[in-house]
């Protein structure tokens, strides 16, 4: 029982706390055992605004995933997200001095250390370093430098920093909840494992998880990220205007978005249709139309489309065209959103579930789950980084290559 090799990730969501477990077989194939998910309470647009209701839907969501798979839960991955995470480019250099000048793994470490040790806004720290390019003595694009020959090793890193005290609170939610951290991951990377296929991540590719208080934008070219963005906007903003604009409960509205929702025209229901809706302070039934409901949600959705577009755009490497653009997250569920999305972009768009593993139910194949499924893959690069002997200290393990370009290492606090 000891030797099970089991995965737990935690995504701490503004609608929703799930918690999915995998075993790792033998094989390094990872199973999907069971899930636990209950609507979040305590948690908005990403980060902790109510300690107590917070710990109480972890342990709900952990209570939920333990009956599903019969196993006790200690540990988790848990993913942070939130609009005060800023990504910053950095460098380093370092002159190599071994025999032949070949680069060894301290090499990349010290350089990577020096990339890193930049002055910090204060109050923030770095969650990850994402390595984004390698210069050996002047030339440029080298993946993976280690077993070459070169005097000067320069690298190019991207940091992804958060609020130490939203970080530390989210730690302390998962603590309290009586579990250990193993490792805190940026949201959006975790939805990067999960979401993307190799050939868009080497092409070149920008993803949108729109959530429902938050949507983070990721843009990823050659393997790596250049830029990431949480942006305090999401599907919740839709249920919040449709609340106002139509004067019924959140409640009320969000049903009303789930069941007839959408942003493409249908003149047919448009003309026949009648949706019920209860409003605050009236006793009688009242009916409104799509196109009633369409005018509310489509000014919305086009402005959190755009707004993220425009944040994309700031990165050069999202101005490609052939940069092509998924979605997910349960805010791009909307039916016509990646329509208006791919008119919007002029890209094609691509509506992302998690890829295919073993156990993965119909449920989990939702975009909503992409990021609960990507943690269970940094979970299990992290474990193989440690079984290769990367320490908690920050040493790199001899599988680095494909850590490095896929998620980048744990930053050290
Ligand atoms: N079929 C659907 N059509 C429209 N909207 C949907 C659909 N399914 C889910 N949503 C919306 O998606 C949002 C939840 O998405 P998700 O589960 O990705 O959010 P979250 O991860 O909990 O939030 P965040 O990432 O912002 O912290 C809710 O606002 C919900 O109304
Ligand atoms: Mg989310």
Same mark, same amino acid.
């Given at each position: 029982?000891?030797?099970?090799?089991?995965?737990?990730?935690?995504?701490?969501?503004?609608?929703?706390?799930?918690?999915?477990?995998?075993?790792?077989?033998?094989?390094?194939?990872?199973?999907?055992?069971?899930?636990?998910?209950? &609507?979040?309470?305590? !948690? *908005?647009?990403?980060?902790?605004?109510?300690?107590?209701?917070?710990?109480?839907?972890?342990?709900?969501?952990?209570?939920?995933?333990?009956?599903?798979?019969?196993?006790?839960?200690?540990?988790?991955?848990?993913?942070?997200?939130?609009?005060?995470?800023?990504?910053? *480019?950095?460098?380093?250099?370092? /002159?190599?001095?071994?025999?032949?000048?070949?680069?060894?793994?301290?090499?990349?470490?010290?350089?990577?250390?020096?990339?890193?040790?930049?002055?910090?806004?204060?109050?923030?720290?770095?969650?990850?370093?994402?390595?984004?390019?390698? !210069?050996?003595?002047?030339?440029?694009? !080298?993946?993976?430098?280690?077993?070459?020959?070169?005097?000067?090793?320069?690298?190019?890193?991207?940091?992804?920093?958060?609020?130490?005290?939203?970080?530390?609170?989210?730690?302390?939610?998962?603590?309290?909840?009586?579990?250990?951290?193993?490792?805190?991951?940026?949201?959006?990377?975790?939805?990067?494992?999960?979401?993307?296929?190799?050939?868009?991540?080497?092409?070149?590719?920008?993803?949108?998880?729109?959530? /429902?208080?938050?949507?983070?934008?990721?843009?990823?070219?050659?393997?790596?990220?250049?830029?990431?963005?949480? $942006? &305090? $906007?999401?599907?919740?903003?839709?249920?919040?205007?449709?609340? !106002?604009?139509?004067?019924?409960?959140?409640?009320?509205?969000?049903?009303?978005?789930?069941?007839?929702?959408?942003?493409?025209?249908?003149? /047919?229901?448009?003309?026949?249709?009648?949706?019920?809706?209860?409003?605050?302070?009236?006793?009688?039934?009242?009916?409104?139309?799509?196109?009633?409901?369409?005018?509310?949600?489509?000014?919305?959705?086009?402005?959190?489309?755009?707004?993220?577009?425009?944040?994309?755009?700031?990165?050069?490497?999202?101005?490609?065209?052939?940069?092509?653009?998924?979605?997910?997250?349960?805010?791009?569920?909307?039916?016509?959103?990646?329509?208006? /999305?791919?008119?919007?972009?002029? *890209?094609?768009? *691509?509506?992302?579930?998690? $890829?295919?593993?073993?156990?993965?139910?119909?449920?989990?194949?939702?975009?909503?789950?992409?990021?609960?499924?990507?943690?269970?893959?940094?979970?299990?690069?992290?474990?193989?980084?440690?079984?290769?002997?990367?320490?908690?200290?920050?040493?790199?393990?001899?599988?680095?290559?494909?850590?490095?370009?896929?998620?980048?290492?744990?930053?050290?606090?």
């Amino acid at each position: 029982m000891n030797e099970r090799k089991i995965i737990v990730g935690l995504d701490l969501g503004s609608h929703r706390v799930s918690a999915l477990v995998a075993e790792v077989e033998e094989s390094g194939a990872r199973r999907v055992l069971g899930l636990g998910t209950v &609507p979040s309470e305590g !948690i *908005r647009k990403g980060v902790v605004v109510g300690f107590e209701p917070a710990v109480d839907s972890v342990r709900r969501a952990i209570e939920e995933a333990e009956r599903a798979c019969g196993l006790e839960i200690r540990s988790v991955y848990p993913c942070v997200t939130g609009d005060h995470f800023r990504a910053i *480019r950095s460098e380093g250099v370092h /002159a190599t001095e071994g025999p032949g000048r070949e680069i060894h793994e301290e090499d990349l470490e010290q350089v990577i250390r020096v990339a890193r040790s930049l002055q910090l806004p204060s109050g923030y720290r770095i969650l990850h370093t994402l390595p984004t390019d390698f !210069i050996l003595d002047s030339r440029k694009g !080298i993946k993976d430098p280690v077993g070459m020959t070169g005097t000067r090793l320069q690298a190019e890193v991207l940091l992804l920093l958060g609020e130490s005290s939203v970080l530390d609170n989210t730690e302390k939610v998962v603590e309290r909840a009586g579990l250990s951290v193993e490792g805190m991951v940026f949201s959006p990377l975790a939805t990067a494992l999960a979401a993307l296929q190799d050939a868009e991540r080497e092409e070149g590719v920008i993803m949108m998880d729109i959530g /429902a208080g938050t949507t983070e934008i990721l843009v990823i070219r050659e393997g790596a990220a250049r830029h990431a963005e949480v $942006l &305090p $906007l999401g599907s919740a903003n839709i249920t919040r205007d449709l609340s !106002i604009g139509l004067n019924t409960s959140l409640e009320d509205a969000e049903r009303l978005k789930l069941d007839h929702g959408m942003i493409h025209r249908d003149d /047919a229901t448009d003309e026949e249709m009648r949706v019920p809706i209860r409003q605050v302070g009236r006793e009688e039934e009242r009916f409104v139309t799509p196109k009633t409901l369409r005018s509310i949600i489509e000014p919305r959705v086009q402005e959190l489309l755009e707004i993220a577009w425009e944040r994309a755009l700031s990165c050069s490497a999202a101005r490609r065209p052939t940069s092509n653009v998924v979605l997910c997250g349960g805010g791009s569920l909307l039916p016509g959103l990646s329509d208006l /999305a791919s008119q919007l972009f002029e *890209r094609s768009v *691509r509506l992302a579930s998690p $890829l295919q593993q073993q156990g993965l139910t119909a449920e989990l194949q939702n975009p909503r789950y992409t990021p609960t499924v990507g943690l269970l893959q940094y979970g299990y690069r992290h474990l193989t980084q440690q079984r290769d002997g990367a320490g908690d200290k920050g040493r790199l393990g001899g599988n680095l290559k494909r850590w490095l370009r896929s998620v980048g290492r744990k930053g050290q606090k």
